[in-house]
Each structure stands twice: as C-alpha cells, then as structure tokens.
Nanobody, 122 residues
C-alpha cells in the first residue's frame, strides 16, 4: 500500500551536512508513523529517528546528540532527515520506513525504501 524512495546521500567530510529525502507513493503518509534507520558495514540495522502522524513529536537515538532533525510534509508525502556535524561513525546506508504504531524497533515497520548511502571521511 506504500512505496518509499530515499535520496540525498553522498560522500562528505567530517563536520559536513546532508539532507536526506524520502518520497512516498500509495496511501497518504499522514496515516503512518515514519522513521529513519541506518545500517553500517557488517552491522545490524539501527534506529535513528521517528516522527508522529502530525509531525509535532519526534524521538532520536542517543548517538544523534542533537545533530539531526527529522521532519515531514504530509501534503507532499515527503519526509526529511537533516544531518549536521557528520562523523565517520555515521557512515551507513540510510533507510526510511513507515509503521502503524509508535516504535523504535525495525521489525515493527511495515514498509521500507531501498536506502541511500552516506559516507563520511575523516
């Protein structure tokens, strides 16, 4: 019922910024909690951030440390992740996802995009 596509990844240096975009098709994005996840080389997929239906509330993983901002534009079925002060540890494939409940668990998200690569050099 929902298809997601990420964009905006790339190769940057430590301290640089990137904005990731997730565009949805199918059902309205306003029907879902939306989350960003990431998976580094040889690592498990981990939670980055999620945002509620209205966009008025959000939560972040501890490693974000105030550097990232998640937002959504339901009228255009679009979600964003603004990332500032990037570190080499942020290198990963980043995925957007949609869920019917408020959760940090990847297994609870029903729909996923194919991912976009973010690489941060030292």
């Amino acid at each position: 019922q929902v298809q997601l596509v990420e964009s905006g990844g790339g190769l940057v240096q430590t301290g640089d910024s990137l904005t990731l975009t997730c565009v949805a098709s199918g059902r309205s994005l306003s029907n879902y909690y939306m989350g960003w996840f990431r998976q580094g080389p040889g690592k498990e997929r981990e939670f980055v951030a999620y945002i509620t239906f209205s966009g008025k509330s959000s939560e972040y993983a501890n490693f974000v440390e105030g550097r990232f901002t998640i937002s959504r534009d339901n009228a255009n079925n679009t979600m964003y992740l603004q990332m500032n002060n990037l570190k080499p540890e942020d290198t990963a494939v980043y995925y957007c996802a949609a869920a019917l409940i408020n959760t940090r668990a990847p297994s609870q998200y029903r729909y996923w995009g194919p991912g976009t690569q973010v690489t941060v050099s030292s």
